[in-house]
């Protein structure tokens, strides 16, 4: 079963979009191919920024899936990450990578000298499955910056901003 991942710099609605991944986006494939571990560990924008931009250029020809360039534009469907399967963020106030699920209602930081994925029952996702089904940026939710317009005229439905 596919799975989806999405960059960014910064957290909150106003994080800035890099790229994304389709496919094979699991914690083992994320610690053992060589770029992406490499924007776990980073510990500066830059480097986050250029081990994105080299897994987004290897993922189609190691065969794990499809990779989704910012030059593209947001590649799904939903208006925010809050239905991607993982987000994977730099955040520059603290220099640490972070990572939550869709409808992930903290982040966790990533050690750089010892990355780990949470583990357990889903630590990261919400705690009300039924109301995430619902709406999955509705709080307890992290913010997320909406990726596409809604028309006014559409009923609710997941993967809003608030």
């Known amino acids: 079963m596919s799975s989806y991942t999405d960059f960014y710099l910064g ?81 520059s106030d603290t220099e640490a990578v972070f990572v939550t699920v869709g409808g992930g209602i903290r982040w966790h930081r990533i050690n750089p000298h010892a990355p780990r994925f949470p583990e357990g029952e889903d630590p990261l996702g919400p705690p009300d499955i039924h109301a995430w089904l619902r709406d999955p940026a509705a709080p307890p939710s992290v913010p997320m910056p909406l990726m596409r317009e809604k028309p006014a005229d559409m009923p609710i439905i997941g993967g809003d901003a608030r």
Request: hydrophobic letters at 40%; proline letters at 5%; charged letters at 20%.
């Open 11 to 91: 957290r909150g609605e106003k994080a800035d979009w890099i790229g994304s991944l389709r496919g094979e986006c699991y914690p083992e494939n994320f610690l053992v191919v060589a770029p992406l571990r490499m924007a776990l560990t980073a510990t500066d924008a830059r480097t986050f920024r250029a081990a994105v931009t080299n897994t987004l250029n290897c993922w189609e020809a190691e065969h794990l899936g499809q990779a989704y360039h910012r030059e593209l534009g947001w590649p799904w469907p939903w208006y925010s990450s809050h239905t991607s399967s993982w987000i994977i963020t730099f955040d």
